[in-house]
């Protein structure tokens, strides 16, 4: 065994040729997301197998040309994408590059039935998502890679997206024993889902049913540990899933707008009955690619004066709604400026409507700005749509906009405006002063103001539209949505997808809505969220005044999908990430995902060198099939093309989170709004 000098600032430290220990594994192992890691080498032409120190995280591409070809770097940056593709792409490339993780989980998870009782350790082999490698290769890789680890080490390949994994389904598991991505994040006993600190009060609840029988309401200091935390909870300073949860839920999504630590820490309450930390005060951290949930005892209040923290100062700026007389509307009519009259989700749906008939001259930006030492992504785009890589931005534009045309649509539907509310507000002199009294309850900070919600959403319900407003709607029914069987009737609010308040889940949508009496009662539903004791609580602490919140509905055709989710154009788990696209998905419906009451398929879909991965499974015994990933694969593409339409600047970097649903063979957009990522 050969070992260069850790001094040596030439050549990184690694080992050659030889079987590597556990022990030797380890120093030199790197650290990303609580599993340690040694990058690997494979050089064909020399028969050599590299393990690189990966303490530093250097990248296998900068190893492989400045240590052992020579090259510069400022070589290696000139010629980075014909670089990368020899050693990912091409099928008689010189070198093989993967990843050996080594990981340590109990008996009773372990695909090996030869394991034992005792916890077992083991590595998995990987290659990044986007190496090419057939199966034919995959199997000499491993089985090179077998040769030089210790053969008391059990060395299981890890598939790095679904194409591997169907390479994989025609090797013999007796061959060439695996572990797929899914399998080991259900077994990751921490995952970070929003970096930050927090100093509070632990507020542990074993199940849902002990924190709602809790007779001692969570206040905003408390950090709140339970198996999954319902979407309902108050603002908090933090939050600790002890069951696998999606960063794509309700809460999750709103504990991204409120800036706050959240994490899963599945062994979480027996730390903190051994520490004794439950109900006490406490220092939390959650690191992005952290490894482990941060807790320490910590005096109450933080010194503060009074003994107690002051609540968090948020001032949420809320753009003023256009009262003025405006009709029933088409969404097919709306544009993106329409969110004053219309509410931020309705325009964004009709700026969408637009955009899918007339394409857009921005929808390329992802892919145009200088990714360095890149000038652009443009070829990368182009493998992705099926053209040459030297095809130019007309080619890229029209292929564009068929794929958007061949494979999304948004139900047809109409829109209320503000102004409509605003006439039914003031139809009823009662409805109109028990809004007053809200709003004077609010301003001077009156102690009982759920009972004031209480009332001026029970008198919405009770009171009847004005005939003039039933027939505008009636007849807009008529004109653009008849035929449609089921209707779907969703909130459009001005106070909502916000920086720092995102109102995921706050206010009502109504699903399954048939005949023009439901769809009445339901647009009542939808305007009455508006003034649910947690909305108005959660805009109070956000400096949101009341006078300012107004609720456009949007009444749909409903689609009848067999499958449907959420995307937002991001990793969340990994901020630095701009590859890859984070779906959920549930095979029955979107609400599943969102709510978080069901176990949602996880994946990660690249749309930069293309490939799709599977997460999690979540509840679900099997994986997609393969038609419906593909047109996965597609809408990922998609959402990237309208991150870049939608995107508030020239450096299209802004994430989107999608809501949409898989009807036949074309993807219904149904939500889009901008994903405040952590970070």
Not at 460 to 467: A, D, K, M, S, Y
Not at 642 to 659: C, K, M, N, R, W
Request: proline share 7%; aromatic share 6%.
């Amino acid at each position: 065994m050969t070992r260069s000098d850790r001094n040596d600032a030439t050549t990184r430290p690694r080992f050659l040729n030889e079987k590597i220990t556990l022990e030797e594994f380890s120093g030199l192992a790197g650290t990303v997301g609580g599993y340690p890691y040694v990058k690997i080498v494979l050089d064909c032409d020399e028969s050599v197998l590299h393990f690189i120190d990966s303490a530093d995280g250097m990248l296998h591409v900068r190893y492989v040309a400045c240590e052992i070809l020579g090259m510069s770097i400022d070589e290696l940056a000139s010629r980075l994408d014909s670089f990368n593709d020899d050693v990912y792409r091409n099928p008689d490339r010189r070198f093989y590059l993967g990843t050996l993780a080594r990981h340590t989980r109990r008996a009773t998870e372990s695909r090996a039935p030869e394991s034992g009782d005792e916890a077992e350790t083991f590595l998995s082999l990987e290659t990044v998502d986007v190496d090419t490698m057939s199966q034919d290769m995959l199997r000499f890789f491993y089985h090179r890679v077998r040769e030089h680890v210790d053969p008391s080490l059990r060395l299981v390949l890890k598939p790095a997206g679904h194409r591997q994994e169907a390479y994989l389904a025609g090797i013999p598991e007796t061959e060439i024993p695996r572990v797929l991505s899914h399998e080991l994040y259900s077994a990751a006993s921490f995952v970070p889902l929003n970096p930050g600190t927090a100093h509070g009060r632990l507020r542990v609840f074993r199940s849902e049913e002990e924190y709602r029988a809790d007779p001692e309401p969570l206040e905003w200091h408390d950090i709140v540990v339970m198996p999954r935390v319902p979407e309902d909870i108050p603002r908090v300073s933090g939050i600790i899933h002890t069951e696998h949860t999606t960063p794509l839920s309700h809460i999750n999504v709103m504990a991204a707008g409120w800036r706050i630590p959240n994490a899963v820490g599945i062994d979480a309450v027996d730390r903190i009955d051994r520490d004794g930390l439950a109900g006490r005060w406490v220092h939390y951290r959650v690191e992005a690619g952290g490894g482990e949930l941060l807790l320490e005892a910590a005096p109450p209040g933080g010194g503060h004066e009074g003994g107690r923290p002051t609540p968090p100062a948020d001032r949420i700026t809320v753009d003023r709604p256009d009262l003025a007389p405006t009709p029933v509307t088409p969404l097919s009519e709306l544009r993106a400026g329409d969110h004053v009259r219309f509410g931020t989700k309705a325009a964004n749906l009709g700026e969408l409507t637009h955009l899918l008939q007339h394409g857009s001259p921005r929808w390329l930006g992802f892919y145009q700005v200088p990714r360095p030492p890149r000038d652009n992504l443009l070829r990368y785009l182009a493998r992705q749509v099926g053209l040459p890589e030297d095809a130019d931005e007309a080619e890229l534009n029209a292929a564009a906009r068929l794929l958007v045309k061949e494979h999304a649509l948004v139900p047809r539907g109409i829109v209320l405006p503000f102004s409509l509310q605003q006439r039914f507000l003031d139809s009823s002199a009662e409805l109109r002063d028990a809004v007053d009294r809200l709003d004077s309850g609010l301003r001077e900070q009156a102690p009982r103001t759920e009972e004031l919600c209480l009332d001026v959403q029970r008198l919405i319900r009770e009171t009847p539209l004005p005939e003039p407003i039933r027939t505008e709607l009636d007849r807009a029914l008529d004109r653009h949505l008849y035929g449609a069987p089921v209707l779907v009737v969703r909130s459009s609010s001005n106070a909502e997808d916000l920086p720092g308040f995102s109102a995921a889940g706050l206010y009502e949508s109504v699903a399954q809505v048939s005949g023009a009496d439901a769809v009445l009662d339901a647009v009542r539903e939808v305007w009455a969220s508006l003034f649910s004791p947690r909305a108005v609580l959660l805009r109070r602490q956000a400096g949101i005044p009341l006078d300012d919140c107004r609720m456009g509905v949007i009444v749909q055709e409903q689609v009848g999908a067999t499958v449907g989710g959420v995307l937002v154009t991001c990793n969340p788990l990994s901020p630095q990430d701009f590859r890859n696209v984070y779906l959920n998905i549930s095979p029955r419906s979107v609400t599943d995902v969102v709510t978080g009451q069901g176990s949602p398929l996880q994946y990660l879909c690249n749309t930069m060198e293309g490939g799709s991965r599977t997460v999690s499974l979540g509840s679900a015994a099997t994986d997609l099939d393969a038609p419906t990933k593909d047109l996965v694969r597609r809408l990922a593409l998609i959402s990237r093309l309208l991150q870049s339409h939608f995107a508030p600047d020239e450096t299209y970097g802004a994430p989107v989170d999608i809501e949409w649903a898989i009807e036949g063979d074309q993807v219904c957009l149904l939500q889009l709004r901008p994903f405040h990522a952590a970070g």
